[in-house]
């Protein structure tokens, strides 16, 4: 496995059915479909849906995917834990062609993930979004239920993207919580950067992070750095700052190889969500990565 491998495999849930993207549940299996037959279907990580619809993709699923599928699909399913009906949904799945790989659920605070966390089946893994600034009392929970964080990196207004102290001080936290991770929202473009908040012309444009950023930073806070390197490589705007070689990754003072990285995305950073597949892609192609 080379360096963009070790960085890239399995990376980005297809969340097509959420904001911006917003797309129907058949327009949403379709492209997911065409991503896993491309070249970039190494990519590729789970189909995000919500629990609420789980029954309307399991009949979409049948009518478009299942005489084709050579492989299970893999699904993250998103959970209002407190919604007995959501947890009943999943319990009562039928998989078949499909495996439910994990669940997504918020909590506002510690007693919230508590009982999140009770409530969700424990044979799959199980993330938590929460405010970042409640790591402390909720990151300690997660860790002793085996549980996993998110982090929301992005959104359809500027004011909700968290600034790079931010994500710095979650991902020190969550390490040294021993805790792994997702991302979601926001994370279509691989270096941070200005861009339109959606694809409508009269969108908002803002900085946005950049998932190659983001996760490169995630990987030297799980070797021991410290809020001030984790800074610098989140705020990093220019492409040309991050180098790929055969089997190593470097910028700044900083370089990792193909080891390393694996060990983070298998033990730390494990994805992130995006409602576009072909933007990354795209993006990473410009660069010369792919």
């Given amino acids: ?44 990580g789970s189909f995000v849906v919500q629990a609420s619809r789980l029954g309307e993709f399991a009949q979409v699923f049948d009518r ?20 007995p009906e959501e947890v009943r949904a999943v319990e009562e799945f039928q998989e078949g062609a499909l495996f ?37 009392e909720i990151l300690p929970v997660l860790a002793a239920n085996g549980a996993r964080a998110k982090i ?30 997702k991302a979601t929202a926001g994370l ?35 070797f021991g750095a410290g809020e001030a390197a984790l800074m610098k490589t989140l705020s990093e705007s220019k492409p040309a700052a991050f180098r790929l070689d055969d089997d190593v990754i470097s910028w700044h003072d900083q370089e990792l190889i193909s080891d390393q990285l694996e060990q983070v995305r298998r033990h730390f950073a494990v994805s992130f969500g995006s409602c576009s597949f072909a933007e990354p892609v795209r993006d990473l192609k410009e660069m010369r990565w792919l």
């Avoid at 478009?64 to 919604?83: F, G, H, K, M, Y």
């Avoid at 359809?156 to 710095?168: C, F, H, K, W």
Wanted: charged share 20%; glycine share 4%; proline share 7%.
């Fill in 1 to 44: 496995m080379n360096a963009a491998e070790a960085l890239l495999t399995r990376i980005v849930d297809y969340a097509g059915l959420f904001p911006p993207a917003a797309l129907d549940m058949e327009t949403a299996l379709r492209h997911y479909q065409r991503y896993l037959a491309g070249d970039e279907a190494w990519m590729l």
């Fill in 100 to 136: 439910i790989a994990s669940l997504e659920c918020k909590a506002a605070d510690a007693r919230a993930a508590e009982a999140a966390l009770a409530a969700l089946p424990p044979s799959r893994a199980r993330y938590v979004e929460f405010p970042p600034q409640r790591a402390a």
């Fill in 188 to 222: 279509h473009h691989p270096v941070r950067g200005l861009h339109a908040l959606t694809s409508d012309a009269a969108s908002p444009r803002a900085t946005m992070h950049g998932f190659l950023n983001l996760f490169l930073a995630a990987a030297i806070a799980y």
């Fill in 152 to 181: 929301r990196t992005g959104g359809l207004t500027p004011e909700i993207i968290p600034g790079p102290e931010v994500v710095a001080r979650f991902f020190v936290a969550c390490a040294q919580a021993g805790v792994a991770f």
């Fill in 64 to 83: 478009i995917c299942c005489d084709e599928q050579e492989n299970p699909w893999t699904l993250s399913v998103v959970c209002a834990a407190e919604r």
